[in-house]
């Protein structure tokens, strides 16, 4: 079963418009973490944020923040005033860490194409 | 400064050839893995290791084998290459589920 679902194949927004990515999860362990990774044209995996399963705060870094939502299984993830450098692909990824199962599981990915 | 390193970068192999992709890694980290990224399916897990001589399978390792015999490196071998083992191909290292894994560059590998 998918443990990951990234329902958005393909965005594309002009420049300083605001984009989200949607991400939902499918866990049955109580701990476990999260992530998002970009891959952007040149094509090395980029990582950009850890969330643990105890910790629902937001974060912001820049213009990137993220909702974590355990209610609804989402970690979702918006640039704000998208700029062309952030044409990528964007990976949601899952860690189901309490089993001591250490690989991720990946979802399908997002691409983003911010037009100048 | 630590780093995480993939060979070749581009391969063209023939149906049939085994081939061996290369995996090495200097943040002597324990767990090794390797994805493969394919349009629509995103990176899908081939083989992963949690430490020497740990080896385990993923969704998608028929046809792949890896082995561990150190903690630098995890080479992946294609048995006998597929037209479907045409992709990208990743190598990632971590310490723990609780921390990012780190990827190589990847390699393009085509089985013509």
């Known amino acids: 079963a998918q443990k990951v679902t990234q329902a958005q194949t393909e965005i594309s927004v002009v420049e300083k418009e605001d984009v989200t990515l949607d991400c939902v999860y499918e866990t049955r362990d109580t701990t476990y973490y999260l992530f998002w990774y970009k891959q952007p044209p040149s094509g090395e995996l980029v990582f950009l944020i850890r969330?643990?399963?105890?910790?629902?705060q937001n974060e912001i870094s820049g213009r990137y923040s993220w909702n974590f939502q355990k209610s609804t299984s989402s970690f979702n993830f918006t640039i704000t005033a998208s700029q062309v450098v952030d044409s990528a692909v964007y990976f949601c990824?899952?860690?189901?860490?309490?089993?001591?199962?250490?690989?991720?599981?990946f979802g399908a990915g997002t691409t983003v194409t911010v037009r100048a | 400064d630590a780093e995480i390193t993939q060979s070749p970068r581009h391969k063209i192999t023939e149906t049939g050839r085994q081939v061996t992709l290369a995996c090495h890694q200097t943040w002597n980290h324990n767990n090794m893995f390797w994805y493969r990224q394919d349009l629509g399916h995103g990176l899908r897990l081939i083989h992963y290791?949690?430490?020497?001589?740990?080896?385990n399978k993923g969704e998608v390792s028929d046809g792949y084998s890896v082995s561990r015999s150190n903690t630098e490196d995890l080479p992946l071998t294609l048995e006998s290459a597929a037209s479907s083992q045409t992709s990208v191909y990743f190598c990632a290292s971590s310490t723990g589920g609780n921390t990012e894994a780190f990827f190589g560059q990847g390699t393009r590998l085509t089985v013509v």
């Open positions: 969330r643990n399963s105890f910790d629902e």
């Open positions: 990824a899952l860690s189901e860490a309490g089993a001591n199962d250490y690989k991720l599981s």
């Open positions: 290791s949690y430490g020497v001589q740990d080896t």
